[in-house]
């Protein structure tokens, strides 16, 4: 047996991996500490295992032997490689890929650079401590016990039986095929039970989660451990951050996606100096480099920011609680609107559900919703973007000084342009996707980025009657600015927040009523805490309705509970007002009357009967390549073969099909997708699959693109 090792880590480092011949009798495990010879010198070096190989094509008589293992102490190193290494099994992607995504880069800020500290942008008030309500103090309570038992079992046991300890995957490093490592990855130990408690907080908007967090954190400060809390991204949890910040004043460090790699390595050498108690940051602060972690908080836990957008595709929960069983300390999930997933496994009892079911400010009740049909609006006669209702309620609050926040989950101004003479849209031309025309008269790609004139003419017939539909934040903007010329409007979307500090200004400005209306995209929505606002516009609910994803009706009413959550946080009572033209919807209907448990039950039976997550695992294969034909002969091809192996493990297999944007970026995209309740049976046919693809295409000129769900 042979030993991919490294010696340094740093991320530049870890694509030179060393091959080192494992002696008779030494029990070796990826994530292992060792001592090597290395150079013409022979030096003894430390170096980190990162994969294990049967055999070695080159000279053998020139490997040279491991001396030993370190029997050390777990490091947090170590974790960080051992979670490597689950990831790169559950993920299906290189060990490599896996490290580079765990590890800090390396790199320090230049000394020159002007720069404020982006903790202190955050600790600009007065704490506003709370005592804890009763069931507040319940839900700590039930954590903080949890944590305690965690250090009570750390201090009892030697720290090498450290759960998560008997990892046994095996994936190859450097150079080595797809199909080797998938391979490795299939012969993976499943979970051994659930060694570490894990929690969920299931409180209604405005029930005081935040403030359970602050108590709990504090005890685990209070023993010298370390949290880290893990928020959805850093605009749409301001407030939080700066409750935090404030509160454990020089003890919190932050990541945020804004941060150059230098100053994100800058606060992740404050947690591995131990400087700080707290990581509070998006879902890369679950790598934090804390070697006394005692809890991990993930905010907001049903967010689809968590779940990695590129390889290796991870889900954030799962990776928490991976982690947590490396380190040995409790998990702990929040939401108003729980996943599917973490809310079943609760009603299964492998989570500790608890539940905070009255808003915390004495007096703040939830907000009155009301849904407006807008097919009636139009019938009507109405045919602006506005219901009358909506209007004459906007009048109302303006009159009276009060705030409003109007939603709209699209940016730009129109989402596309076509021609009245011969019907074309116009489509980016790299993309199967429509150009949306912003106010300054361009059009863009919201896929690829590609920007363009409005030009006068139509390209396919040349006619000149080219003319905007739809609506998106920017006309909103304009609209709204129009007939109510007094008010002020400030608008949040990806196109007003592209430099660093416009979220906290635009937000700040809002919250210090400055403004008196707020209109954005789902950057809006969720966790702010604006105690003037009492009503909230939604203007098109159901745009995410026949979005084709299983969990649009899921998205919908997180979406919708959410920003009803908004309105009506202070004394004064709130409105919300959700336009739609599915005003039958389920998710509709049930988000109005915020009751999330007879929309979990719902949704469960839907997901039941359509063998869905999280009744069934669902593994989806991307297969991309710039050469089209190429991509159809070999995604055919393997399906093919593929048929046979799902038919014997009692899989489903459909696909491949065209993805529903089939071409981005000149791209094309084809999709399969595999169901079977059992996760190990859906990791080994996605090893499968790969090797079948392979044969067709040994040249590995097809990306693959797994998402475990
Ligand atoms: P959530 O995170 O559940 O939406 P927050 O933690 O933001 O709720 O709390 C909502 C509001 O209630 C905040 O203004 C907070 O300061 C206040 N609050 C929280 N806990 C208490 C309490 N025990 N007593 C009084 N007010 C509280
Ligand atoms: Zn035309
Ligand atoms: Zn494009």
Not at 107 to 132: F, G
Not at 356 to 373: M, N, P, S, V
Not at 449 to 466: A, D, E, H, I, V
Request: aromatic share 8%; with cysteine; net charge neutral.
């Amino acid at each position: 047996m042979y030993a991919e090792i490294i010696i340094d880590i740093t991320n530049e480092a870890l694509d030179r991996a060393y091959t080192y011949h494992i002696p008779e009798g030494m029990d070796l495990h990826v994530g292992d500490r060792v001592t090597i010879p290395f150079g013409a010198s022979n030096a003894e070096k430390t170096g980190y295992v990162v994969g294990l190989r049967e055999n070695f094509d080159y000279d053998p008589s020139k490997v040279k032997d491991i001396v030993a293992v370190i029997p050390d102490a777990i490091s947090v190193q170590e974790q960080l490689i051992h979670l490597a290494a689950w990831m790169s099994t559950e993920y299906g992607t290189t060990m490599n890929q896996c490290l580079k995504t765990v590890l800090p880069v390396r790199r320090t800020v230049r000394k020159n650079a002007r720069r404020i500290d982006p903790v202190r942008m955050y600790q600009n008030e007065q704490d506003e401590y709370h005592d804890l309500n009763p069931a507040q103090a319940q839900a700590a309570a039930a954590v903080i016990a949890g944590y305690q038992a965690c250090v009570a079992k750390r201090t009892a046991s030697p720290v090498t039986s450290v759960p998560g300890d008997t990892e046994t995957a095996e994936p190859e490093s450097t150079g080595t095929s797809a199909l080797a490592e998938a391979k490795a990855a299939g012969e993976a130990a499943p979970a051994d039970g659930h060694p570490v408690p894990r929690y969920l907080l299931h409180g209604i908007t405005g029930s005081g989660k935040t403030e359970v967090y602050l108590h709990i954190m504090e005890e685990v400060i209070r023993r010298g451990d370390q949290v880290i809390l893990l928020i959805p991204e850093i605009s749409l949890t301001y407030q939080t951050v700066r409750r935090v910040s404030t509160r454990f004043q020089g003890r919190v460090a932050i990541l945020n996606s804004r941060m150059s790699i230098g100053e994100r390595f800058e606060q992740y050498t404050k947690c591995e100096r131990g400087e700080v108690n707290v990581l509070i940051g998006p879902r890369s602060a679950v790598f934090a480099p804390f070697e006394r972690l005692g809890l991990i908080i993930m905010d907001e836990e049903h967010e689809s920011a968590y779940k990695s957008e590129t390889a290796p595709r991870y889900e954030t929960r799962d990776v928490a609680y991976e982690r947590a069983r490396l380190a040995g300390c409790p998990v702990l999930y929040g939401s108003a609107t729980p996943s599917l997933t973490i809310y079943s496994a609760a009603l299964r009892g492998e989570v500790q559900l608890l539940e905070l079911l009255e808003r915390a400010h004495a007096g703040a009740k939830l907000a009155e919703t009301e849904i407006i049909d807008l097919r009636e609006e139009l019938a009507k006669g109405n045919r602006s973007i506005l219901s009358e209702r909506l209007y004459t309620l906007m009048q109302e609050k303006l009159e009276k000084k009060e705030q409003i926040m109007l939603f709209m989950n699209r940016r730009g101004y129109s989402n596309f342009v076509s021609c009245r003479s011969c019907g074309e849209a116009l489509k980016c031309p790299h993309c199967d996707i429509t150009l949306t025309l912003h106010r300054d008269g361009s059009l863009r790609c919201h896929y690829c980025g590609y920007q363009t004139r409005l030009m006068k003419l139509c390209p396919s017939c040349g006619s000149p009657y080219l003319a905007p539909f739809g609506f998106g934040t920017e006309k909103l903007e304009s609209y709204v600015k129009k007939i109510f010329p007094t008010a002020s409007v400030l608008r949040m979307d990806a196109d007003t927040t592209k430099r660093k500090g416009d979220h906290e200004r635009i937000l700040e400005k809002f919250r210090k009523h400055q403004a008196d209306i707020l209109i954005g995209t789902q950057m809006i929505v969720k966790g702010h805490d604006f105690p003037d606002v009492t009503l909230v516009g939604l203007i098109a609910a159901d745009l995410n309705l026949s979005a084709p994803d299983f969990k649009a009706s899921e998205r919908t009413f997180q979406l919708l509970t959410q920003a009803a959550g908004r309105a009506g946080r202070g004394a004064q009572a709130g409105t919300v007002i959700i336009q739609t033209y599915q005003p039958d919807h389920y998710a509709i209907v049930l988000s109005k009357r915020q009751d999330y448990r007879a929309f979990y039950e719902k949704e469960f039976r839907f997901r039941k009967l359509m063998g869905y997550p999280p009744t069934e695992r669902l593994m989806t294969i991307q297969l991309a390549s710039k050469d089209e034909d190429f991509l159809s002969m070999v995604s055919s091809a393997a399906a093919e073969g593929f048929q046979l192996d799902c038919s014997a493990e009692g899989a489903e297999l459909i696909g491949p099909l065209e993805a529903s944007v089939y071409r981005i970026n000149d791209v094309y995209r084809k999709i399969v997708y595999i169901k079977h309740p059992s996760h190990d049976i859906i990791i080994r046919l996605r090893d499968r699959f790969t090797e079948r693809v392979r044969q067709h295409d040994r040249r590995g000129l097809v990306l693959l693109n797994f998402d475990l769900q």
